[in-house]
């Protein structure tokens, strides 16, 4: 079946060290977005890409950066993690010729120490 | 930018009672509103969705109502069942032409239906 991958599933990490979470997708939709969810604040919006030149920053995009480095593929950094960004972090992919639906990777849970 | 709302946070009933979550929006250009299901441990899934150019829309025991000139809109779900525990999010979105802008969603709301 065609799915959203993310990986790691889960990562623990301290203070100041540089993480990558990666997202791919075989479902051949050109728009991926990145969400991080906390408990009781929902899915809040880091950054999103409509296509592979296209990048922009969603509501908290601050201490995140972001690559899509094929239509497949868009992948989320944090340059020097800190505490308050340990969250359960979701992929998600649309087809801009489709009805809207959003389609979620697995979830990629970080505890930065 | 888009803000949602969405309330109560938390919702205990019965099984078989009905249950309602109220979500409102601040953007009056939102035109799509979707509502996604999140079982423990799994992602969050499509299970209804409203556009503007209807007030209601059913389908089997869920339903949302959108009320435009307030910007607010709700889900209800009756005949609860033990299978609909889960965390209930509100979205809101703005169709353009065919294709759809960034969704931005609700704090959420997590249900509890009790045997």
């Known amino acids: 079946d065609a799915d959203v991958t993310q990986t790691p599933r889960n990562r623990i990490t301290k203070t100041g060290k540089r993480i990558m979470l990666e997202c791919s997708q075989t479902?051949?939709?050109?728009?991926m977005y990145w969400y991080r969810q906390d408990p009781g604040l929902g899915l809040r919006l880091i950054y999103y890409s409509f296509d592979v030149k296209d990048i922009n920053k969603g509501e908290i995009s601050d201490g995140y950066s972001v690559s899509r480095q094929a239509q497949a593929k868009f992948s989320l950094s944090l340059e020097s993690a800190i505490p308050n960004q340990t969250a359960l972090y979701f992929c998600a992919t649309s087809d801009s010729q489709g009805n809207g639906e959003l389609f979620f990777g697995e979830g990629s849970r970080l505890t930065v120490l | 930018g888009e803000n949602v709302e969405q309330h109560p946070s938390t919702l205990s009933v019965q099984e078989g009672d009905s249950a309602v979550i109220k979500c409102t929006y601040s953007?009056?250009?939102?035109?799509?509103f979707p509502w996604y299901k999140q079982e423990l441990g799994k992602r969050p899934q499509l299970i209804i969705d409203?556009?503007?150019?209807?007030g209601e829309k059913k389908d089997q025991r869920i339903a949302v109502t959108l009320n435009k000139t307030a910007k607010h809109f709700s889900l209800h779900i009756t005949e609860t069942q033990p299978e609909d525990s889960a965390v209930y999010f509100c979205?809101?979105?703005?169709?353009?032409?065919?294709?759809?802008?960034?969704?931005?969603f609700g704090p959420g709301t997590s249900l509890s239906v009790i045997p």
């Open positions: 409203i556009r503007s150019n209807v």
């Open positions: 479902k051949g939709h050109d728009r």
């Open positions: 953007d009056s250009a939102s035109n799509y």
């Open positions: 979205a809101a979105s703005i169709r353009v032409g065919t294709s759809y802008d960034k969704v931005i």
